[in-house]
T-cell receptor, first 114, second 114 residues
Framework: DADVTQTPRNRITKTGKRIMLECSQT?????MYWYRQDPGLGLQLIYY???????NKGEISDGYSVSRQAQAKFSLSLESAIPNQTALYFC?????????????FGPGTRLTVT | AQSVTQPDIHITVSEGASLELRCNYS??????LFWYVQSPGQGLQLLLK??????LVQGIKGFEAEFKRSQSSFNLRKPSVQWSDAAEYFC????????????FGSGTRLQVQP
């Protein structure tokens, strides 16, 4: 299985601050994703990337930006955090190939914006 | 666009009882379907998946799910629930587009009584 790590695991920040969440994976998967989880809403896609030069918006990208620094690293930034961005954030990767729907998730980052 | 509905927000069962969690999907072609489990404070773990072939799929921890195309359903079952199964369960469908992201249901929280 993919080894997907996320840092930090928990973060409390103030409204208006810039914050970056980081994701790293060690299996060489080409596709990486950022999801947001809110209670009662499941997971929603923020951004996804197929390789270093291919970044795409998901359904809820407003207020977020991403950077794919290398194949193994995919960072999510909140340029100016607001309280309704308080949520659990997950990074995920998929294996290359035809059946690349199965996703491997990191442990999540719990972000609180006060 | 695809969608997933999990009609039951919260289910409580007694330890040793059988379990069925419902999942209905909306998708125009043959879906790729998944069940994930999220234990408190943890990330998402894949329980099982359906891509094609046998409509009854076996997963980890004694879970199984049956794909019923006529009912657009992919219900998760377990014959005898254990206390350790208490968690939140998410059904997901693979996206039709090349992004290969998943669309998740809103989740069902399972509580197990002794």
């Amino acid at each position: 299985d993919a080894d997907v790590t996320q840092t930090p695991r928990n973060r409390i920040t103030k409204t208006g601050k810039r914050i970056m969440l980081e994701c790293s994976q060690t299996k060489g998967h080409d596709r990486m994703y950022w999801y947001r989880q809110d209670p009662g809403l499941g997971l929603q896609l923020i951004y996804y990337s197929f390789d270093v030069k291919d970044i795409n918006k998901g359904e809820i990208s407003d207020g977020y930006s991403v950077s794919r620094q290398a194949q193994a690293k995919f960072s999510l930034s909140l340029e100016s955090a607001i309280p309704n961005q308080t949520a659990l954030y997950f990074c995920a990767t998929t294996v290359p190939g035809q059946l690349s729907y199965e996703q491997y998730f990191g442990p999540g980052t719990r972000l609180t914006v006060t | 666009a695809q969608s997933v509905t999990q009609p039951d927000i919260h289910i409580t069962v007694s330890e040793g009882a059988s379990l069925e969690l419902r999942c209905n999907y909306s998708y125009g072609a043959t879906p790729y379907l998944f069940w994930y489990v999220q234990s408190p404070g943890q990330g998402l773990q894949l329980l099982l998946k359906y891509f094609s072939g046998d409509t009854l799929v076996q997963g980890i921890k004694g879970f199984e799910a049956e794909f019923k195309r006529s009912q657009s359903s992919f219900n998760l079952r377990k014959p005898s629930v254990q206390w350790s199964d208490a968690a939140e369960y998410f059904c997901a469908v693979g996206a039709a587009t090349g992004r290969r992201a998943l669309t998740f249901g809103s989740g069902t929280r399972l509580q197990v009584q002794p």
